[in-house]
């Protein structure tokens, strides 16, 4: 898969989590599963959090698409 889709993947993955997830978790999680020159750009996380997710109580939380 593209590094693109596996981010996604990762991202849904991290916003389905009981009580759901931080940006700050998110981008930690995903700069640690995707290091050096596969580390994905900020905005492409948020973009790609705020596709997915609702942000409630300060976490993300998953919203089926």
Known sequence: LPLRQRVEQAVIALVKQPGGASMDS???ALFAQ???VLTP?????DACVKQ????SGG???YQGK
């Open 26 to 28: 998110i981008v930690e």
């Open 34 to 36: 995707f290091p050096g």
């Open 41 to 45: 750009d900020i905005r492409q996380i």
């Open 52 to 55: 997915h997710a609702v942000l």
């Open 59 to 61: 976490k993300w939380i």
